[in-house]
């Protein structure tokens, strides 16, 4: 199994951009989710997915949005992009709780000058 | 909203020297966990505690539930440096209903001197 993987890497956007942040399990998780990661500020959550078809906000879900179309993939759009936006940006998935361990992916380091 | 505090931020030690994070939430956790972080990498799962004053190990590293389910601590005996990177401590988010993912403490930074 790959379990949580993630594109691009890296990423620069100039500020008013939109650009998509691709996610993919191979675990069958039904819980999928989106945390952005800054320095001194934790992992924060942005967006999150009981199951395919079924998506809700996080904590910080503004400039952001997901759609859930098969249990495997949960993308993360950024439709206008801001230098607020420069973050780390990783997407998790687990077992049948939204509480439980989280696998994450490797990761999406973006920069919006 | 609920808040998951840890302390401290950064922790220097040298080599062989014992480390240990605390973290407190704001409100009563079902659970908490805890996950570590290698610099460039990503956050991996280390243990969750379920129980009021719960305790595991494995291997140099001890993890607590507090008794009121309000804190816990990750204790690890004399430090390698593999052991360097990030330990954050995580606990339910709650929004209206249920929990609809982790609330996440800021971390603390193990930097070990050989």
């Known amino acids: 199994n790959a379990g949580v993987t993630q594109t691009p890497k890296f990423q620069v956007l100039k500020t008013g951009q939109s650009m998509t942040l691709q996610c993919a399990q191979d675990?069958?998780?039904?819980?999928m989710s989106w945390y952005r990661q800054d320095p001194g500020m934790g992992l924060r959550l942005i967006h999150y997915?009981?199951?395919?078809?079924?998506?809700d906000q996080g904590e910080v879900p503004n400039g952001y949005n997901v759609s859930r179309s098969t249990t495997e993939d949960f993308p993360l759009r950024l439709l206008s992009a801001a230098p607020s936006q420069t973050s780390v940006y990783f997407c998790?998935?687990?077992?049948?709780?939204?509480?439980?361990?989280?696998?994450f992916g490797p990761g999406t380091r973006l920069t919006v000058l | 909203g609920q808040q998951v505090m840890q302390i401290p931020q950064y922790q220097h030690v040298q080599e062989g020297e014992d480390f240990t994070t605390y973290c407190n939430s704001s409100?009563?956790?079902?659970?908490i966990q805890w996950y570590k972080q290698r610099p460039g990498g990503h956050p991996v799962f280390l243990i969750q505690?379920?129980?009021?004053?719960e305790v595991k190990k494995q291997k140099r590293l001890t993890f607590q539930f507090g008794e009121a389910k309000k804190n816990s601590s990750l204790h690890i005996t004399a430090t390698q440096t593999t052991d360097v990177g990030t330990y954050f401590c995580?606990?339910?988010?709650?929004?209206?209903?249920?929990?609809?993912?982790?609330?996440f403490g800021k971390g603390t930074h193990l930097i070990i001197q050989p």
């Open positions: 998790a998935s687990s077992y049948y709780d939204r509480d439980n361990e989280q696998f």
């Open positions: 675990m069958n998780h039904e819980y």
């Open positions: 997915s009981v199951g395919a078809g079924i998506t």
């Open positions: 409100t009563t956790l079902s659970n």
């Open positions: 505690l379920v129980k009021s004053g």
């Open positions: 995580a606990g339910p988010r709650y929004s209206g209903g249920g929990a609809d993912g982790l609330t």
